[in-house]
């Protein structure tokens, strides 16, 4: 037996095995790039998902579900907490498409905005929409610079918060523009030239700058972080301070990272929202060896047949059907009519699904609840 077919069959006799939270349902092998890659058709045991994956996927350290475990619902409070510009303020009844809570959040520049938790904690809303506006205002400048463009409206500008400076109000005098700002880092009020503003080593007034003496930050707290003393470090023309931490660690951090609510704890609360995630979705989906979400999960975009757990069996040259419960997949037989394969698949559900899903209705969100009481 040659090498190649000896990898080709310890590939083959994998199927019917659990990897980390993968069962291998089927294998074939794919050439790319003049390379023979291994395949393998998988469930995902934290959803139930079936798709096709790549062996060294799989086996990735850092791949741990199909991706269905990031998109999990979360119920911690997280009020007082800050995620960029925002500040959350309170929970509301609403829910995001995908289950999880809609909060009411308090933006630098003075405006609220309700968003999910999911994309606080992701990091892909940061603002009320003013990162947005300012990031505009700024292409909109580097395009005048470049020639792409010829001019912008300075009055349309006022309101609008660039970096961290709200503009007030607009002037024109002796050949340059000029705004009113507040400073949202010290609470300054100054007129400010246009260029000064957009220039890319402006981020403040001018409290920011250690030529000016930076703020006083001894004695304040910014998350699990007591500001101690400054250092004679610096990084980005930003003061380094000697912090220490509600868990007792020190450490040193930036002070545009304190005040932007970067950085709010010696890492320790990165840790404690990582276990909390886990946790999370354990205690949410994970009852008596089965994931309820999985229960009532949509039909996978590559099923062929239209109803989880059927599909057509080239051999034998009918429907084959099956259903997973419980860390075990249980087939339920081939059918000739399509029709049989089906009403087995129903029956199924509704011998092993629906009673588990009764038991558990409380944990489920409206989407859920709404397949169960169809």
Known sequence: MTRQ?????EAKDRVGMTIKNFYLLDYRCEQKYGKNLQVYLIRCLLCGNEKWMHYNSIKSPDVYGCGCYQKKRSTKDIIGKQFGRLTVISSTEER????VIMWICECTCGNQTKVSSSNLKGGSVRSCGCLVQERRFLNAYSAIVKGERKNIDPKDQIGMTIKN????????????????IHCTWCGKEKWKEYYSIVNSKTDSCGCQRKDFGQLDLAGQQFGRLTAIRPTEKRSQRSIIWQCECSCGENSEVRSTDLLGGHTQSCGCLQAERAVEVANDLAEKVGVERTKLNALTMRVP???TSGVRGVSWDKESQKWRVSIGFQGKTINLGRFESYEDAVAARKAAEDKYYKPMLEKYKDRLNPKQLAKLNK
């Open 165 to 180: 400076l709200k503009l007030l109000d607009f002037k024109y005098d002796k050949g340059s523009y000029y705004y009113f």
């Open 5 to 9: 077919e000896k990898r080709e069959k």
């Open 301 to 303: 975009t590559n099923n």
């Open 96 to 99: 995001a498409s995908n289950g």
